[in-house]
Nanobody, 127 residues
Framework: EVQLQASGGGLVEVGGSLRLSCVAS????????IGWFRQAPGKEREGVSY???????RYADSVNGRFTISQDSAKNTVYLQMNNLKPEDTAVYYC?????????????????????WGQGTQVTVSS
């Protein structure tokens, strides 16, 4: 059974930092890209950042320069370091796994491309 376990959310003040983790199990980690998505109340799910097995990364414009995605294949874990957090970053954050080849033949920024999803972790930025 494939599981993606997201953690690391919490309550932080504006300008603060958090590091989210996504631990994958039940799949061959190096065969998958991992994406972070978020969903705020009343809004659609949106992509935040993505990393492929070859360490290729992408970021949404809204987080570029503030968030950094990385991975540790030895731990089957992808991290999302979030700095200079803003109130508009408040959302439930989800990680998802995409078969690596779809990074090139599909669109890694499209949630429907992803094969597996984890439960969310809440991030709240207070002003």
């Amino acid at each position: 059974e494939v599981q993606l376990q997201a953690s690391g959310g919490g309550l932080v003040e504006v300008g603060g930092s958090l590091r989210l983790s996504c631990v994958a199990s039940g799949l061959t980690f190096d065969d998958y890209a991992i994406g972070w998505f978020r969903q705020a109340p009343g809004k659609e799910r949106e992509g935040v950042s993505y990393i492929n097995s070859d360490d290729t990364t992408r970021y949404a414009d809204s987080v570029n320069g503030r968030f950094t995605i990385s991975q540790d294949s030895a731990k089957n874990t992808v991290y999302l370091q979030m700095n200079n957090l803003k109130p508009e970053d408040t959302a439930v954050y989800y990680c998802a796994a995409l078969y690596w080849a779809r990074w090139y033949s599909g669109n890694p920024e499209e949630p429907s491309e992803y094969n597996y999803w984890g439960q969310g972790t809440q991030v709240t930025v207070s002003s």
